[in-house]
């Protein structure tokens, strides 16, 4: 052991490349906002349906505001859920679907 007190050299290791912002999206690791509201979208109208299947949901019936995600009854315009001033993180912008069903039933029984 007549290696005391001297430095090895690193061997040279080549540098893994850090995937760019475009090469992300077409592996389809990140989502735009439009497929995270989207998403979010579906999922609340699919509770709806099953909980009051004679209801008609309505996805944007107009341009939506950006950055938020609102639900309104359409007939008395009643909010039941506005997600404009919840956030960061965007997580917290989205109800849960079952939130939104006890929301309903409660503005259904007020009418």
């Known amino acids: 052991s007549g290696r005391r007190g001297t430095k090895r050299k690193?061997?040279?290791?080549?540098?893994?490349?850090?995937?760019?912002?475009?090469?992300k999206r077409d592996r389809g690791d990140g989502e735009n906002d439009q497929e995270v509201y989207g998403r979010n979208a579906e999922e609340v109208k699919s509770a709806l349906l099953a909980a009051r299947p004679e209801l008609t949901v309505v996805l944007n019936p107009e341009k939506p505001r950006r950055n938020s995600f609102e639900i309104t009854l359409l007939d008395g315009e009643t909010s039941l859920w506005t997600g404009?001033?919840?956030?960061?993180?965007?997580?917290?912008?989205?109800?849960?679907?079952?939130?939104?069903?006890?929301?309903?039933?409660?503005?259904?029984?007020?009418?």
């Open 10 to 23: 690193a061997e040279a290791q080549p540098k893994e490349e850090k995937p760019s912002v475009e090469e």
């Open 84 to 111: 404009i001033k919840k956030g960061p993180p965007r997580k917290l912008k989205f109800p849960q679907p079952e939130v939104i069903v006890t929301a309903l039933q409660e503005a259904l029984k007020a009418e």
